[in-house]
C-alpha cells in the first residue's frame, strides 16, 4: 500500500500549486481521502476532505474558497489545487485515506515565501 504526494514547492504569497496523491495497494473508490498539513512547531490539522464518490467534500475554515479538494477514481489520484496562497498555508501537506484501514503518505513539503 502506497499514498505518494507531490507537487509541493516554494511560491509567492498569491501564487498556486497543485498537489497531487498516488495512491496504490488498496481499492482507491472505496476509501474517504483527505489533506492534512503541519506546520513546524504545530499539531497535524484536517485541510480538506472528499468523499468516497467525489459527491461530498469540506474545507478547513482558513482554506475554504482558496483550496479545492478532488479526485480521479480511474486513475486512483487525489488533488488539492490550491490558490491565493499565503504565508501561513506553510506546511508539509499530507494524504489520508480512511476506509477498513487507515493510511498515509510521507508528505510533500509547500513553502510559501516572497
Known amino acids: 500500500v502506497q499514498l505518494v504526494e507531490s507537487g509541493g514547492g516554494l511560491v509567492q504569497p498569491g501564487g498556486s500549486l497543485r498537489l497531487s496523491c498516488a495512491a496504490s495497494g488498496f481499492t482507491f473508490s472505496t476509501y474517504a481521502m483527505s489533506w492534512y498539513r503541519q506546520a513546524p512547531g504545530k499539531e497535524r490539522e484536517l485541510v480538506a476532505q472528499?468523499?468516497?464518490?467525489?459527491?461530498?467534500?469540506n474545507y478547513a475554515g482558513s482554506v475554504k474558497g482558496r483550496f479545492t479538494i478532488s479526485r480521479d477514481n480511474a486513475k486512483n489520484t487525489l488533488y488539492l489545487q490550491m490558490n491565493d496562497l499565503k504565508s501561513e498555508d506553510t506546511a508539509v501537506y499530507y494524504c489520508?485515506?480512511?476506509?477498513?484501514?487507515?493510511?498515509w503518505g510521507r508528505g510533500t513539503q509547500v513553502t510559501v515565501s516572497s
Open positions: 472528499i468523499a468516497r464518490t467525489g459527491g461530498s467534500t
Open positions: 489520508r485515506g480512511r476506509g477498513f484501514y487507515d493510511y
